[in-house]
Each structure stands twice: as C-alpha cells, then as structure tokens.
C-alpha cells in the first residue's frame, strides 16, 4: 500500500482544511504536517572498524537460505529462558541465536545479579568513568548469564515533560550530559561483549498515548505524534544517540510514539534519514516491544528486527513480500547482514561466550549462573555509584554531617526494607519489581489513557519500603536491598548512638524529637513505565515533614526520588536544615546515605534537572492530551525547541529553586584561571566522511579551555566543574563539558574542557549540515548553571 510503503501511518492527504467539521478528520496529517519520504534504506556498509565484521557476516549471510535470512529478523516464544526478546538459532551454520534482555540497571528477571543505580543516578553522579566502570560490571553479568543484547541505555525520555514516569530511567534532562554518560555506558557494557540497546528512538517524551488505545466508541486512537523540527531535533533528541553512536552502540531500539503523524519504528526520516545516512548506523534496529505497525512499510522504512514476535507483521508474510517483490531481497539481506555483524563486531562468536538465557530459567528452581566472582569486583562500583548519585541541596549551619550524635530519630516509609523484595521471575512473569503494594494494585486498574493528573496525589508513593528503584521494565531486583534504617542501626552499634523511630504515616512523636540531634524523615517520589506522574510533590509526603518539622528544629529530609522532585512547602522552612535527592541508588541505597550523612565520604553530586517553583515554570510540565478533534491522533508540539529545562528557566528568567547542575559539598572550590585557546580561519561546515555517529570531523577538539579549582574548604571532596556556552543565535547557555575532580582541603587542581566542532555548532536546516558561525561565543565555567563565577569570549572566524 502507497502510504504504508511511505512510512506514513494514516491514510488520506486529500483531506485537512481548517473549514472541516471534526468529523471529517480522519487523518492526522492535517494537524502538523509529514514525516519527509527517505528511501530507499541505506545497506550498511561496515565503516570504520566495523569492516572486518561486516566482510565476515556478508559471508555467512551469503550462505543463508532465505527463511534462515527471514528467521533473523522477530522474535520467536522461548520456554527455556526468560529472555523477552529470542532470535532462534541457525544450527547448520553455528549460529547460536540471540537473546535480548532488560533492564538499564541490571540484568532483569534473574537472580543472583546485582542492581545497580538507576540512569537519573548516573546522570546526577557527573562522573564519566563511574559510568563507564557501572558498564563493564554490569554488562559482565549479562554476559554471564547469556544475554546478547541488553536493553540500555536510555537517553529518551530526555526530561522533556517534567512527571513522565520514565525520566528516572534517563541519564539528565541535558542532551550533552546524557550523550556524555551514555557514551560511558555503551563503552563499558560493550568491553564485555554485549550488545548495547540504546533507546527510544525517538521522540519518546510522554507515557500517555505511548501505544495504540482504543475508546469508548470502539474507535482506535493512535500513538501521541512527537511533532518535533527539524533543528531541535538535531540539537537536542538526536544528540545524545549521536553520542551513543560514536560510541560503537550496535543496536537502537526504535520507540511507540509517532514523529511527525508517523510511527518511529516505521519512520524513514528517523531511520533511514537520520539514523543511516546522516549518522552512518552499521548495527540493527529493533522495535521496542509491540512496537511495530506495519510489514512492508516498516521495512522498507529501516527496521531490521521485531520484538517480541513476527507473527502480527513478519515472519512467513515477510517471505511472501519478498517473493512478490514487495520487499526487495537487498532489503532483508541488509537487515540480515546487520544483524550478524553486530554479533561478530561484539565477539559473540567466539566459543567462550556463554550460551543463550543460559543463567535466566524461567523456573527459579532451575540451574543458576551465579555472578559472585563479578559482584566481588562490583562492589566498589556499586557502592561508589550509589554514593555519588546523591544530591545535598540545602545545609544550614553546617547541620551534615553528623556529629557523633547521641541520638538520631528516624521517621518515614522510606527508610525500612520493603515487606516483600524479589527479582520478577519469582514474582512471576510480568511483575513490577519490590512490592509497592497501593501502587501495583492501583497500576492493575489503571489503563494507559486514564485521566490521572486529577487523582490524588498518594498515588505516587511507595509506602511499603524504601526507594531503590522505580517501576516497569527498567527496574531488576539485587542479591540485598541495603536500607537506610539498617544502615543507620548499624552505625548507631559501632558510634554508641540511640536511634528511635516510627517509620508509619502518622508518627506519635512522644518528645523524641525535642530529645534528637537530628530527626531524619525519608520520603520518597515514586514513577513507573507505563504512567506518567500525577504530579512532582505530594501532600501526604509533605505532611510528614511538616509535621516532624515542627517539633524538630533539626529535621532532614532525604528522598528518593524517581524525577523531578519540587519543595517548596518545605525548602524554607528553617526547622528543615537539610535536604537531599538521594535519587534511585540500586542495592547498596542504605549504607551510601548513611556514609555520607556521617562524613565518611563527601556529597559530590549535582542536579541532572531544574528543581522549579512552580508548576508554571516548566515548558512541559504534563504530558500532552488528546481533546477534540485531536482524539483519534494525539499531537504533542515540541513548541519550546531546545528550551527545555534550564535553557527555559535561563530564556525565562525563572528563578529555580535549584538549578540545573547544582549540590553542596562538606567543602567548598574556588574557580580561577580561566584560558581558552583561540580558534582563526576554519571551515564553516564539516568536510568529513560519515562513519557510525555522523561525519568524523564533527568530533575534532577545535577549543581547549582550561581553569583551577581549589578546594577552599577544611575537608577534602570532589566538585563537578561545568563549562557552558552561549552559541550565537542560541539558548542564553548550553552545557558542554563537565570535569570531576578530587580535590584535598587546600588544594588546587587543573580542570580541562575539549570542545568539537559540534559542541560549538547549530543545526543549519537548509544545508542540512552543522554549521560553524563566525562570531563572540561567550565562555563559562563554575560549579552551577547559574554559578559561573569565570567567564570570557571566544572568537571565531570561519573561512
Ligand atoms: C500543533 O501545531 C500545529 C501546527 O502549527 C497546529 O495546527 C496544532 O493546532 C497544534 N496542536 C496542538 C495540539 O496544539
Ligand atoms: C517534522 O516536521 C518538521 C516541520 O515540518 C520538520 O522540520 C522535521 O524535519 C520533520 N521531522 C521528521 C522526523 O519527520
Ligand atoms: C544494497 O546492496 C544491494 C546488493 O549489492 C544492491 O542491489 C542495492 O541496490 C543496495 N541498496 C542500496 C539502497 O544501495
Ligand atoms: C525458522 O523459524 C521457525 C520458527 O522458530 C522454525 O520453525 C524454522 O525451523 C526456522 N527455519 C529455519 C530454516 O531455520
Ligand atoms: C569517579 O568514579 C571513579 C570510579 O570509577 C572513582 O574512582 C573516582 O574517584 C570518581 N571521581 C570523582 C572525582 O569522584
Ligand atoms: C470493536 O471493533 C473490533 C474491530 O474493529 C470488533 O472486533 C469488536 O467486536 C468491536 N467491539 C465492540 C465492543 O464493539
Ligand atoms: C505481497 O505479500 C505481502 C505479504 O503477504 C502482502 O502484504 C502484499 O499485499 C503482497 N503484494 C502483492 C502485490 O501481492
Ligand atoms: C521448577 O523446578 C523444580 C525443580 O526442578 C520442579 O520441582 C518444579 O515443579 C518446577 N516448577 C515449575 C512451575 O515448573
Ligand atoms: C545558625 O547558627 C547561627 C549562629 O550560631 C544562629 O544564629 C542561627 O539561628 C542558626 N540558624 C539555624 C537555622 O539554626
Ligand atoms: C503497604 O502500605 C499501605 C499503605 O500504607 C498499607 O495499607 C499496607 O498494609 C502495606 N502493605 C504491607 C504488606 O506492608
Ligand atoms: C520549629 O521548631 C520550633 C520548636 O523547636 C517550633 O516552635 C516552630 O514552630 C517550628 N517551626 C516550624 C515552621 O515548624
Ligand atoms: C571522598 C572524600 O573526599 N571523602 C572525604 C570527606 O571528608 C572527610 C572529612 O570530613 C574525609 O575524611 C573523607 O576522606
């Protein structure tokens, strides 16, 4: 079918005209325009040091039959393992199969593995080779258990609308910050062998509407269509895919929206455009699960595999479509090909690569793959990533950290182990991990579309344990859930400190708090795949500061938050004289907060979002709606462009209550000595060939830029040294390089920034290039968006 084959979703371009009755509306191009026709779908070629992988797989799809070749492409029912996702194996030729396998933060449905922190964890962490030591540990265990190709890391969502509940599985709401950590993550995980996934492609900013729902008329509503130009496209969504890219990831996992009116993994602008030609993809595209909509369309549009079946789509049609010559035969050779050499680039061939799902039996009394020799190694890793993942916003009068305390109060839901704690094969298969009870039952009678925002606000709280984790295919279960209460008890055993506590809703204070040292209350934000959040407070949390609050003038608040978290009922409160985002930390959650509440190891976090004021202050603070005559075709216009988050806030001038990239330490840096190298008569547009991540010379260091930072303070610590640009013709910041350093009490170090060609360049929509301007870029550099205490300009002149 025409439109099909064009990668459009919905039929008629004869309609749409503003004079319409709503009825008549029965295609959705009318409402913002097409996704452009990009064919034919470029083979992959095996650029850069991809060649060898490629000359092995062209020879080995050569000698494929075409139901072998065919049989590479969906996914088939695998009763042995519990993999989501199975290639079946081609045994004639040694091909073993593939299999594909949640969550970003651990290997998911399994046990005996490790959870590690969550995306929004790393983002807040600012620290690259943390991220990419997290890889490599995590990536061993799926290995070791015999996945292919682990599905992560997330860089879409991207913060976009601030309550989607998938954000906490996003590195930042910044496109460089999350390119920057993904990168890590895909060179980490992929060290291993394993395939990384990285996802969603694209566009994919909103859970409601995310797939096909059907109303009360028995009429279908289709995706939300992400409406996104071409510009903001490039320099926000794509961009930290781009980094990605470049960075070797060998799978994109295509997302449930629409871009443009046109389904993404269906989309040839997106997949054949953007992602094949323009950023010279030499892996494989895979749907999101239930992703797909069409057959030929999708093919001929870019997508290589279907997950988790080829029945609805693929598999004996897909063969009858090439035999009628609807597909091309080059088509499914490329997809084969694509395939293959991904698995040959990763050295899954080799014979020491463990054999598929071997340690994910569905049957928890099955044989077991146990990754002790790897948590060994990990547990530096794991630990040091829950620690920095922690964000300290507010301390008065030096409140934290503790000082050996006589006795502590502790008070909250949050701080205890949830009542029932298991990895999701013994849950049973579909479950959402760590039994959040109100919230699992309230999710079972909930539908995707459901009007939420109204509903009360307890619904976002996990009040059967502490927060390690949020909800949905993102999240795993670790060999122990380190809780902050636990921890704190074992402190008070070896400091000889009282610790009393009344975790409950309604605590009954009974003078404890007049007593404490400190009164610590844990609350927490909770989120989940597949809804997006009813707000970003709420008032039962809220209600439990105040009330501790007001008897304790020593009262700290630790949340774990899974997204953006606002306080405004309690930020000012001067009783409250501590505030931490202690985020998703995975297993080791308890004993980080507690090393650090106690001054073991120093807070170096930094916000990877802007905590408002007001709900007001955000660009996109709920997700988009379909009202009439939108119902049949949800529309979300990505109005604001790149000014999303704190380039909104800046463009504004809306005073945060916390910026993006802010956090305190136990000390405190000084910037100085700021130098930046010049840059005179260089090409305007790149000239470079395009490899995988887009043309090379887009990568080239064109700007160094160097300062000091002394820790000023009494202890030693770490501070995230932030460099931002103001672009000509830009957002009033962007940032573009981040350096964490270590520093002792009195001591200086040298931060370093690279700047490339891209990180100083705008999307030129008529060249369709990255365009180097002539002009005064401004320079800063400071620990804060908004605290940049170096500043200066740098010139360029192009040629
Ligand atoms: C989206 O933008 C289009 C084109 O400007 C406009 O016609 C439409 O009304 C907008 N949709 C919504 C839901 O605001
Ligand atoms: C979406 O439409 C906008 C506006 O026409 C255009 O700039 C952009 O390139 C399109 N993108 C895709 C992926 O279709
Ligand atoms: C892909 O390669 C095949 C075989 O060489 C060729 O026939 C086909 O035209 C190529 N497709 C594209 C889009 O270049
Ligand atoms: C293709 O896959 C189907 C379904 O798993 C299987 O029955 C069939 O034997 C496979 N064909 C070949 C040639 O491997
Ligand atoms: C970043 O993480 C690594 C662990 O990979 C750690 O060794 C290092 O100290 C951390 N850097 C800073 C500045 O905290
Ligand atoms: C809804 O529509 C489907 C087909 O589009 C049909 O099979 C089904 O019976 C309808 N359901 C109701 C309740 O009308
Ligand atoms: C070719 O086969 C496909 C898959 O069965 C089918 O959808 C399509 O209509 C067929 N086309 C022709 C021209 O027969
Ligand atoms: C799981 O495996 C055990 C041991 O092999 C067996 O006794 C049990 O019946 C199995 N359970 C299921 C649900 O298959
Ligand atoms: C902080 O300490 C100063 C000096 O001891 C005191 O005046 C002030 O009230 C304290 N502030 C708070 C919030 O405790
Ligand atoms: C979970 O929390 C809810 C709300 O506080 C409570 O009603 C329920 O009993 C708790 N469930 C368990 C198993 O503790
Ligand atoms: C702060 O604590 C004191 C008791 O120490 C109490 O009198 C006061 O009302 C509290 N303030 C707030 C805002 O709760
Ligand atoms: C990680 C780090 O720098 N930790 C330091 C935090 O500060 C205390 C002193 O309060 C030092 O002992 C730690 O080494």
């Known amino acids: 079918m025409f439109l099909e084959k064009f990668g459009l979703t919905l039929a ?64 088939i029912d695998s009763t042995s393992t519990s993999c989501v996702g199975v290639i079946g194996a081609i045994e004639r030729l040694g091909f073993p ?59 879409a969502p991207m913060g976009r609308t601030t309550t989607d509940g998938r954000n906490w599985e996003g590195v930042a709401s910044d496109p460089y910050l999350s390119g920057a950590l993904a990168a890590q993550t895909v060179e980490g995980m992929q060290g291993q062998g394993v395939i990384t996934s990285v996802k969603h492609f694209i566009g994919y900013e909103q859970e409601l509407y995310r797939n096909p729902t059907t109303n009360s008329d028995n009429q279908t509503v289709e995706s939300v269509s992400s409406n996104i130009d071409d510009k903001t496209m490039h320099e926000a969504y794509l961009w930290p895919f781009q980094d990605a890219l470049k960075a070797g990831a060998g799978n994109i996992m295509c997302s449930y929206n629409r871009i443009n009116n046109s389904y993404a993994c269906q989309n040839s602008k997106t997949l054949n455009g953007l992602l094949k030609t323009e950023l010279g993809f030499n892996g494989f595209v895979v749907t999101d699960w239930y992703g797909q ?80 020799a790897l948590t060994k190694e990990a547990k530096p890793t794991l630990f040091e990533g829950a620690v920095e993942g922690h964000v300290l916003v507010k301390n008065v009068n030096n409140s934290l950290p503790l000082k050996s305390p006589k006795l502590l109060s502790v008070f909250g839901w949050d701080a205890t182990a949830p009542s029932q704690y298991m990895p999701s094969n013994v849950l049973a298969t579909d479950a959402w991990e760590d039994g959040y009870e109100p919230v699992l039952s309230w999710l079972s009678a909930m539908s995707e579309t459901s009007e939420i925002i109204n509903e009360p606000y307890d619904f976002q709280v996990a009040f059967n344990g502490t927060l390690s984790v949020g909800g949905g295919s993102g999240a795993n279960a670790g060999p122990y859930l380190s809780a902050p209460l636990d921890a704190l008890q074992q402190r008070a055993y070896e400091d000889n400190t009282v610790v009393m506590w009344d975790t409950g809703a309604n605590p009954d204070l009974l003078g404890v708090m007049e007593a404490s040292d400190a009164c610590l209350v844990f609350i927490n934000a909770f989120a989940t795949e597949g809804l997006d959040r009813s707000g970003t407070y709420d008032s039962y949390s809220d209600a439990l500061v105040a009330k501790v609050a007001k008897t304790c003038p020593n009262t700290i608040v630790i949340i774990h938050n899974a997204g953006t978290r606002m306080v405004e009922s309690f930020a000012e409160n001067p009783n409250v004289t501590a505030i931490v985002f202690a985020h998703l930390p995975g297993q080791d959650s308890g004993r980080a907060i507690a090393s650090l509440l106690y001054g073991d190891d120093n807070f170096s976090g930094k916000l990877p979002y802007t905590v408002g004021k007001n709900e007001s202050d955000y660009p996109a603070y709920w997700h988009d709606y379909a009202v009439k005559p939108f119902e049949l075709f949800p529309q979300s216009n990505f109005t604001e462009g790149v000014l999303t988050d704190y380039k909104w806030f800046d463009a504004k001038g809306i005073a945060p209550r916390y910026e993006f990239g802010f956090g305190l330490s136990y000390t405190t840096f000084a910037f100085s000595g700021l130098k930046v190298s010049s840059v005179d008569g260089i090409a305007a547009y790149p000239s470079g060939v ?77 060249a369709q290039k990255w365009h180097l301007q002539s002009g005064e870029y401004k320079i800063y550099v400071g620990s804060s968006s908004r605290d940049l205490p170096l500043t200066t300009t740098l010139k360029i002149t192009t040629n």
């Not at 593939?98 to 600012?126: E, K, T």
């Not at 990419?132 to 995590?138: I, L």
């Open 690 to 766: 395009i490899e995988q991540g887009g043309q090379v010379d887009l990568w080239d260091s064109i700007v160094k830029v160097t300062a000091t930072v002394e820790n000023t303070g009494s202890k030693s610590g770490a501070e995230v040294a932030q460099l931002y640009v103001g672009i000509p013709g830009g957002p009033v910041r962007q940032l573009r390089g981040f350096d964490k350093v270590k520093i002792a009490a009195g001591k200086s170090a040298e931060v370093s920034f690279s700047l490339t060609r891209r990180d100083l360049s705008t999307w030129d929509v008529t």
């Open 12 to 75: 008629v371009l004869s309609l749409c005209g503003l004079g319409h009755a709503e009825t008549d509306i029965t295609s959705d191009t009318y409402f913002y325009g097409e996704s452009p026709a990009v064919y034919p779908s470029p083979n992959g070629t095996g650029t850069g040091d991809w060649a060898a992988a490629y000359k092995k797989a062209t020879a080995l799809v050569a000698q494929m039959t075409l139901e072998e070749k065919n049989n590479l492409t969906f996914g």
């Open 293 to 372: 909509h069409s057959g030929v369309g999708a093919a001929l549009a870019g997508l290589d595999m279907a997950m988790p079946t080829g029945e609805t789509f693929w598999g004996t049609s897909f063969t009858e479509a090439i035999k009628n010559g609807s597909v091309p035969l080059s088509r499914l050779d490329d997809m084969a090909t694509r395939i293959i050499a991904t698995w040959y680039q990763m050295g899954q061939d080799s014979s020491t690569y463990p054999s598929l799902g071997v340690g994910m039996p569905y049957n928890i009394s099955g044989p077991h793959k146990i990754v002790s």
């Open 97 to 155: 199969g593939m299999c594909l396998q949640d969550a970003g933060n651990g290997v998911r449905m399994a046990d005996f593995v490790n959870s590690y922190p969550s995306g929004i964890h790393v983002g807040a962490s600012w620290n690259k080779s943390l991220a990419h030591d997290r890889g490599w540990h995590m990536a061993g265990e799926f290995r070791t258990k015999g996945v292919n190709v682990a599905l992560g890391p997330v860089v």
